[in-house]
């Protein structure tokens, strides 16, 4: 316990309890998604990819840990702004267990990249909370973390404010690689691609393109919650 948590104690963000930002009982309470092809959407057993649905550049899965809801839902939210480390790493620990049960299909001794943001946005709120969350959670499965191993042109429009067709469009082409991590892509080195939050998964299937396009072996998408 730091000097900060004798002065500001931390308290569940959803009930309030003493000791924590994210309680065990407020994080036990919110489900899992069923997991889904993320080419057509019907269940898939351990997030795969349909055989059927794949192409060339398709994302080979797509693990969500959390639906977007109680504790979860409050904490991602609130990251963005307050503690985020502090909440981040709490996270991490509840991911480490639950990720235990997708080890079988995830790849093995992965690399996981977190989706960049544009740098203007980042630097205007003076961090990347999808960064700081993938470094946790790669710090606890003991797996490489290369944060800048996409970089990001800046968007049309904010993805907010757009549905689903035109969030598509509106990404595209707007990542591309770090060449300086070419080497990492040719050595067949597997790559988890990791989000905050799930909405459309355009984001991740673009980015997955990219990755692909440039000689990628296998890529999956992982995101806290969906
Ligand atoms: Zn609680
Ligand atoms: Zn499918």
């Known amino acids: 316990m730091g000097l900060v948590d004798l002065i500001f104690p931390r308290s569940c963000l959803s009930c309030g309890n003493q000791g924590r930002y994210v309680c065990d009982s407020c994080i036990k309470k919110v489900p899992s998604p069923k997991l889904v092809c993320p080419e057509c959407q019907r269940p898939s057993i351990d997030g795969f990819t349909h055989i059927k649905c794949k192409r060339t550049l398709s994302l080979d899965g797509i693990i969500s840990i959390w639906c977007y809801q109680g504790v979860v839902r409050t904490a991602l939210l609130k990251l963005k702004y307050a503690y985020a480390r ?13 990720l235990d049960k997708f080890l079988i299909a995830l790849p093995k001794n992965p690399t996981l990249v ?61 990542f591309a690689l770090n060449s300086f991590y070419q080497p990492l892509i040719t050595n067949h080195q597997s790559l988890i691609l990791f989000d905050d939050i799930y909405t459309t998964g355009s984001t991740l299937k673009e980015a997955c393109k990219v990755l692909k396009r440039n000689g990628a072996n296998v890529v999956w998408g992982l995101t806290i919650a969906r």
């Open 86 to 98: 502090e909440i981040a790493t709490e996270i991490s620990v509840y991911t480490n267990s639950q």
């Open 114 to 174: 977190p989706i960049p943001l544009y740098f203007l946005k980042e630097n205007l709120r003076g961090f990347n909370q999808t960064e700081i969350l993938g470094k946790a959670m790669a710090m606890r499965q003991t797996w490489k973390f290369v944060p800048d191993l996409l970089l990001r042109k800046m968007l049309k429009k904010p993805q907010a404010e757009l549905k689903g067709d035109e969030r598509k469009e509106n990404i595209k082409g707007v």
